[in-house]
T-cell receptor, first 112, second 113 residues
Framework: QKEVEQDPGPLSVPEGAIVSLNCTYS??????FMWYRQYSRKGPELLMY????GNKEDGRFTAQVDKSSKYISLFIRDSQPSDSATYLC????????????FGKGITLSVRP | KAGVTQTPRYLIKTRGQQVTLSCSPI?????VSWYQQTPGQGLQFLFE???????NKGNFPGRFSGRQFSNSRSEMNVSTLELGDSALYLC????????????FGEGSRLTVL
């Protein structure tokens, strides 16, 4: 079993839809939980960061962490064609920038 | 503010050769990490350097090595290349704080023939 599992996708939704992306993990030592977005031929960029359990909202994006279930989610409201990208979850026991373990990523396409 | 710069962006090598990739971090960032991205395995951590010292290492064979210079620039080297080393190699830099954001470069795409 991989440490971090992410739905493989791909995922295609119409513009304006609510998107839910999820990851599960097995390592209970993970304390830092991140979502990255990667556009084609670019490096990943940090979208959201959460420490331990809880919710965090930033504009149209909401990140949730449930450590009891070892489950994290990213919600995108009012999705836009510009949200079309690969989304990767990442986790670490020691820091938001240290020895990250990534999910394999899911490619999202938002249709106009 | 300039981002993380990686060179070369693309390169082709043959099996058995070695390769060196270079990374210039964001000014002021002293922590540099390297990741390998492949379609099969996704993004995997290679190693992390801080102040010229390797601070963390992932589960890669000894053919993969790296170093960091006093100006925080970093290089990674892969010796005796194998077909499976074909990947996008990403460098990332950050401030030295557990909550500091990791900034990635655009990567060096290595093809091994």
């Amino acid at each position: 079993q991989k440490e971090v599992e992410q739905d493989p996708g791909p995922l295609s939704v119409p513009e304006g839809a609510i998107v839910s992306l999820n990851c599960t993990y097995s390592n209970s030592a993970f304390q830092y939980f991140m979502w990255y977005r990667q556009y084609s031929r670019k490096g990943p960029e940090l979208l959201m960061y959460t420490y331990s359990s809880g919710n965090k909202e930033d504009g149209r994006f909401t990140a949730q962490v449930d450590k009891s279930s070892k489950y994290i989610s990213l919600f995108i409201r009012d999705s836009q064609p510009s949200d079309s990208a690969t989304y990767l979850c990442a986790m670490s026991p020691t820091g938001a920038n240290s020895k990250l373990t990534f999910g394999k990523g899911i490619t999202l396409s938002v249709r106009p | 503010k300039a981002g993380v710069t990686q060179t070369p962006r693309y390169l082709i090598k043959t099996r058995g050769q070695q390769v060196t990739l270079s990374c210039s971090p964001i000014s002021g960032h002293r922590s540099v990490s390297w990741y390998q991205q492949t379609p099969g395995q996704g993004l995997q951590f290679l190693f992390e350097y801080f102040s010229e010292t390797q601070r963390n290492k992932g589960n890669f064979p000894g053919r993969f090595s790296g170093r960091q210079f006093s100006n925080s620039r970093s290089e990674m080297n892969v010796s005796t290349l194998e077909l499976g080393d074909s990947a996008l190699y990403l460098c990332a830099s950050s401030m030295d704080s557990p909550t500091g954001e990791l900034f990635f470069g655009e990567g060096s795409r290595l093809t091994v023939l």
